[in-house]
T-cell receptor, first 112, second 115 residues
């Protein structure tokens, strides 16, 4: 198993550009989540999904969109990047809501 | 809303000694889960230990143990026989039983292990 994979590892964007952060898992996990980590802060939940076709907002959803068309993939879209979205983004997955979450290696995003 | 607070931004310990990291949380729920995650410089989030709120017995994983005080809403992590590889950022996290994959994290404690 590859576990939870994220691409790209690093990305630099200009303000106003759009992009998609990719997340995939090969463990047949139902639950997938996106978090952001800012300096000096813990991870904060952006969006999450409890299964294909079902998504919901987390603590800091503004400026981000998600969709879950398959069990394996949970992409995070930045529609119009802003400097405030400079952060490290983590994707996580788990088999059920009560199970341990597995985290991906993270994507470091810089918005100039 | 649930909150998680780690009041120690930085801690240090001598190799082979014991260190305790503090965490408090606020919730109105009776059933929930608490976690400690380790984040080394590689940035990878690694689960250290997990505690179910309905269990009175404190969780233990090798050199790592917790002191869970439900009434006080306190969840501290004790690392015994500290090793150089324990140096990392440690995050306390909370999850409600019915919230699926949603975790609420504290701000983190940077642990330094001195040889």
């Amino acid at each position: 198993n590859a576990g939870v994979t994220q691409t790209p590892k690093f990305q630099v964007l200009k303000t106003g550009q759009s992009m998609t952060l990719q997340c995939a898992q090969d463990m047949n996990h139902e639950y997938m989540s996106w978090y952001r980590q800012d300096p000096g802060m813990g991870l904060r939940l952006i969006h999450y999904s409890v299964g294909a076709g079902i998504t919901d907002q987390g603590e800091v959803p503004n400026g981000y969109n998600v969709s879950r068309s398959t069990t394996e993939d949970f992409p995070l879209r930045l529609l119009s990047a802003a400097p405030s979205q400079t952060s490290v983004y983590f994707c996580a997955s788990s088999y059920s809501g009560l199970d341990t979450q597995y985290f991906g290696p993270g994507t470091r995003l810089t918005v100039l | 809303a649930q909150t998680v607070t780690q009041s120690q931004p930085e801690m240090s310990v001598q190799e082979a000694e014991t260190v305790t990291l503090s965490c408090t949380y606020d919730t109105s729920e009776s059933d929930y889960y608490l976690f400690w995650y380790k984040q080394p410089p590689s940035r990878q989030m690694i689960l250290v230990i997990r505690q179910e709120a309905y269990k009175q017995q404190n969780a233990t994983e090798n050199r790592f143990s917790v002191n869970f005080q439900k009434a006080a809403k306190s969840f501290s992590l004790k690392i015994s026989d500290s090793q150089l590889g324990d140096a990392a950022m440690y995050f306390c996290a909370y999850s409600r039983e019915t919230s699926g994959s949603r975790l609420t994290f504290g701000e983190g404690t940077q642990l330094t292990v001195n040889p």
